[in-house]
């Protein structure tokens, strides 16, 4: 602890190296004592207001469109800050927007014989030994294909 101290600091010896120590280990001690910084300030409660209402008011916006208004208006408001207060105040997600109900099936009949689909798995042999297999399916027929396994899946 004293060797980065110059020479002739040492030779006066203004402190000692065991004063040295007892402070250094005072800070240390202090740094982990002190209560954690309380982080970013909490959010406005007007602005906490402006969220629920637009939420409430528009039942179908999701947090993004909430989020796009509050930015509109001026206000600068993450769109998970929107998300997280809109769950708070019991206002969950939009229903989802899928298709109607037969447009994928009717997709996927008219282009089942162009279609495949592929994936890559692994197993542990009993060696431990890992091997990794990737197959194709054709989603016409549903006939599988392994074109080959290996154990080291990035090799050139």
């Not at 409430?56 to 997280?84: C, Q, Y």
């Not at 109900?101 to 994936?119: H, I, P, V, W």
């Amino acid at each position: 602890m004293t060797r980065p101290i110059p020479q002739a600091l040492r030779e006066r010896r203004i402190v000692s190296p065991r004063t040295l120590l007892a402070w250094h280990r005072r800070l240390v001690k202090q740094k982990w004592t002190r209560p954690p910084s309380t982080g970013r300030p909490p959010l406005p409660e007007e602005i906490r207001n402006l969220i629920i209402r637009l939420g409430t008011d528009n039942p179908r916006w999701g947090f993004r469109r909430v989020h796009g208004e509050l930015r509109r208006l001026g206000h600068k408001v993450s769109p998970a800050t929107a998300r997280r207060v809109l769950r708070a105040a019991g206002l969950g997600p939009t229903p989802r927007r899928r298709p109607a109900r037969g447009e994928r099936a009717a997709f996927l009949k008219a282009q089942a014989s162009g279609l495949l689909a592929t994936d890559l798995f692994h197993v542990d042999t009993i060696s431990l030994q890992s091997l990794y297999a990737l197959f194709i399916m054709e989603v016409r027929t549903r006939t599988i294909h392994i074109p080959g396994a290996t154990a080291h899946p990035t090799a050139a």
